[in-house]
């Protein structure tokens, strides 16, 4: 087993400072990204140990300092849970470009339950396994006893956690209070994994039986007995690290198998377009034939610019079914071309200023097509592949009258 420090830049532009686990003598199978429990970091016991044990099976494992902890820049008291989750995100974006998407997520206490929350923002992510982690994200409130109201009326108090001195801030208790988990993780749709000890102390395992509840199949539990919440027992933290790899293989095989296919979501061509929008914006993940695409808005209009804009897309299927469509014609003349290039823009007109449109007021969606296609081909030839572009299918179907029929699904 092969260890490296690497840094990575998170929430708030702070500097983070993370530690890599490979296998000693191949390639990772897969790559994990390991979340630390509330104040500790990724020299815990039980992080270090249940990475370097993933290791040995075969996984890379990337575990990381969260803002203002360990050696990660940044103050802690101006962190909270949604932070977290944004350096989870941001410490997936780091893998992907650098080693490879994270597949696998593993959260230690609120670490669990912050990877909850983060899986679904990180598409590659195929799994996720909690470890002692509270269903709730203001469970953490209970560690801070009386002084979470002493908190709410002065704006922050210096609490004991461990046995360290950390001040926690108003923001980081409202932050909390305003995570809509257990009942989110509904819409987790990845496998779910809930290791939690029923002699945990800290965490009660009530708290797995409510995440198991809520979770959405597939979706497993392994009691962690005798354990203590930290799995200070070294035992402890490599069974863990065993049976995390071993669930996790099933899932890793299955997704390796659809992707091989052409079918990274089990869809087959045909089973439609699904679309999944969270609420706070714009962005929607869409699967198609088991191809995964990202749809939002600019942010004049209050999205956040992560994909193209749905008539973007709209565009985007009249243009590659033209360039089809063209690429057939031109393959079944033998004509001397060598690419085609279809340019579409979108805007509304007003329907006066259409002449032999057959709405007459108001305005009407127009689509401009520009055709590029290089080749010695005549004027006669050209003209000719203007009118076989208003051939494509999407072109007749955008020009045709068109049902579209809703219904609610459970």
């Not at 039980?46 to 990337?62: C, D, H, M, N």
């Not at 050696?71 to 470009?97: C, H, M, P, Q, Y």
Request: hydrophobic fraction near 40%; include cysteine.
């Amino acid at each position: 087993m092969n260890e490296e420090r690497i840094r990575f830049t998170g929430a708030d532009e702070n500097q983070l400072v993370g530690r890599i686990a490979r296998p000693k003598d191949s390639a990772p199978r897969a790559w994990a990204l390991f979340a630390h429990c509330f104040t500790c970091g990724k020299s815990s016991a039980a992080a270090a140990r249940i990475s370097r044990a993933l290791a040995e099976r075969g996984f890379g494992v990337l575990r990381f300092d969260f803002t203002g902890l360990g050696e990660s820049a940044g103050d802690f008291a101006d962190t909270n849970f949604s932070s977290n989750i944004e350096d989870l995100v941001a410490a997936a974006d780091w893998l992907r470009k650098n080693e490879g998407p994270a597949r696998v997520l593993i959260g230690h206490s609120l670490g669990g339950t912050a990877a909850l929350e983060a899986a679904t923002r990180i598409e590659e992510c195929v799994a996720v396994a909690t470890i002692g982690s509270p269903a709730r994200a203001d469970h953490v409130e209970r560690l801070l006893g009386d002084s979470s109201e002493t908190i709410l009326r002065e704006g922050e108090a210096k609490v004991d956690l461990g046995g360290r001195p950390f001040t926690i801030r108003r923001q980081f208790v409202e932050d909390v209070r305003g995570h809509a988990l257990p009942e989110s993780v509904r819409e987790l749709r990845r496998a779910l994994l809930v290791l939690h000890s029923p002699r945990d102390a800290i965490v009660d395992v009530d708290n797995a039986a409510e995440l198991f509840r809520h979770a959405l199949h597939p979706k497993s539990f392994v009691s962690l007995d005798r354990a203590d919440h930290l799995l200070s027992d070294a035992a402890d933290a490599r069974y863990a690290a065993e049976v995390i790899a071993a669930w996790a293989s099933k899932y890793l095989s299955h997704d390796a198998a659809q992707r091989d296919s052409g079918d990274a979501d089990g869809a087959q061509p045909g089973e439609g377009v699904h679309g999944r929008t969270r609420m706070g914006g714009f962005r929607t993940e869409l699967r198609v034939a088991g191809h995964r695409m990202i749809a939002d808005e600019p942010p004049s209009v209050g999205g956040s610019g992560a994909g193209p804009t749905p008539y973007d897309l709209l565009g985007a299927a009249l243009a590659a079914c033209t360039g089809m469509t063209l690429q057939m014609y031109l393959a079944h003349k033998k004509w001397p071309a060598t690419e085609i290039d279809v340019t579409v823009r979108h805007d509304r007109v007003h329907a006066e200023d259409c002449a032999d449109c057959e709405t007459t007021s108001g305005k009407i969606d127009r689509f401009r097509r520009t055709l590029r296609v290089s080749g010695a081909l005549d004027a006669a030839q050209r003209a000719r592949l203007v009118e076989i572009a208003a051939k494509c299918p999407v072109h007749r179907t955008l020009n045709a009258e068109v049902r579209i029929e809703t219904e609610l699904g459970d």
